[in-house]
């Protein structure tokens, strides 16, 4: 069964750099068969794509966010990461990891609040 499970601080203050990282579980990052994808939803609002990594390391953002964004992969902890700089109040979101089959995410993790304010 595939699992995907968010970590890091649920409280970053503006200007800083929101870090994030999903742990994958019952599925490797590096099938080829796959992308990972970081998604977030800020209060009141729909679901925001931010961006993927793709099995052998390339990656892609929105490009709204692309400025801000950075995604990486540990592929020893099977594991991806969201970087997010310079981040303000409207960064404020539930963020979830996914993973991407074909053209869209089959499998999410449970999501972590992360909340921006000083």
């Known amino acids: 069964q595939v699992q995907l499970q968010e970590s890091g601080p649920g409280l970053v203050k503006p200007s800083q750099t929101l870090s994030l990282a999903c742990t994958v579980s019952?599925?490797?990052?590096?099938?080829?068969?796959?992308?990972w994808s970081w998604i977030r939803q800020p209060p009141g609002k729909g679901l925001e794509w931010m961006g993927l990594?793709?099995?052998?390391?390339?990656?892609y953002y929105s490009p709204s966010l692309q400025s801000r964004t950075s995604i990486s992969r540990d592929t020893s902890k099977n594991q991806f990461s969201l970087q997010l700089t310079s981040v303000t109040p409207e960064d404020t979101a539930v963020y979830y990891c996914?993973?991407?089959?074909?053209?869209?995410?089959?499998?999410w993790g449970q999501g972590t609040q992360v909340t921006v304010s000083s």
């Open positions: 019952g599925a490797s990052i590096t099938n080829s068969a796959y992308a």
């Open positions: 996914a993973r991407r089959a074909y053209s869209s995410e089959d499998y």
């Open positions: 990594i793709t099995y052998d390391g390339s990656t």
